[in-house]
């Protein structure tokens, strides 16, 4: 089975991806540890990609698909923080098509806007100063949210409020995964 996990910045979606990957056998395909580790690398890819994720912006879909193309294998993948255009999503199901997989389910990790602030103020990473929250959040709604309709229109999204504690959103999205029985 394949999940896309949508969701702002700071919604969850890392962590409950380390929680679910293990229990169904999925590979973590993770545009952002994918960046932050060729920035790590001190590599070409990396020289470009970190001013613009330092500013909060969206490193070029031709990249970030590149790096996904990759990377993907006939297990099944979930996909954090891809993608995050319509243009990505559609060269997804491209990709996934010429390998006879699909997307199965859609998770739309949904949390309120105080709770994604409290969130990523404390996480402390590089990208996580005030001004390029703001952007981040501002580059979620116009590029990335419109992939909600995009996946609800394939009938694959599942929404889930993740207000709460780790536990309880990994629980109800274990609980949709169960109900898929994929
Ligand atoms: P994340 O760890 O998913 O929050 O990603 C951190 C940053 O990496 C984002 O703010 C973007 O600048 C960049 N990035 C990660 N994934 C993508 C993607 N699918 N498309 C474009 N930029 C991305």
Redesign the pocket.
């Known amino acids: 089975m394949n999940i896309i996990f949508l969701g702002a910045?700071g919604s969850g979606?890392?962590t409950q991806s380390e929680r679910i990957i293990d229990k169904y056998g999925l590979v973590h395909l993770?545009?952002?540890?994918m960046?932050?580790a060729e920035i790590a690398a001190a590599s070409e890819l990396g020289l470009a990609?970190k001013s613009?994720?330092d500013a909060?912006?969206?490193?070029?879909?031709e990249i970030?698909i590149g790096m996904i193309e990759k990377r993907l294998t006939e297990k099944g993948a979930l996909f954090?923080?891809?993608?995050?255009?319509i243009a990505?999503a559609e060269a997804l199901d491209k990709l996934l098509a010429e390998k006879g997989q699909k997307i199965d389910c859609a998770i739309h990790l949904d949390v309120g806007k105080d709770e994604l602030m409290n969130r990523l103020l404390g996480r402390g990473r590089a990208?996580d100063n005030e001004a390029t929250i703001a952007n981040?959040l501002a580059?979620y709604q116009t590029q990335t949210a419109p992939l909600i309709d995009f996946y609800r229109a394939q009938g694959k999204v599942h929404t889930v409020v993740g207000n709460g504690t780790i536990e309880e959103t990994s629980a109800k999205i274990t609980a949709i995964l169960d109900t898929l029985k994929l």
Request: no cysteine; proline share 7%; net charge neutral.
């Open positions: 910045p979606k890392g993770s545009t952002g540890d960046l932050r990609a613009i994720m909060g912006g969206l490193v070029s879909d970030v954090d923080g891809f993608p995050r255009t990505q990208d981040r580059v």
